[in-house]
C-alpha cells in the first residue's frame, strides 16, 4: 500500500484535531480494518 503522501492526503493533521475519546475510537476502527485485510488475505492463501 502506498503512503497517504503519494495517495494526495495526509492523515496527520486531522487526527491531530481529534479529541481522546475520538482518537481511541479512531484506534479501534483502523484495528479492526487491519485485521479485516489480514484474515481475508490469510483465507485467499488458503
Known sequence: MAPSAELGFHLQPPVEGLGQDELSKFKS??????????????????
Open 29 to 46: 476502527l483502523l484495528r479492526d480494518h487491519s485485521l479485516k485485510e489480514e484474515l481475508q488475505h490469510l483465507l485467499q492463501m488458503e
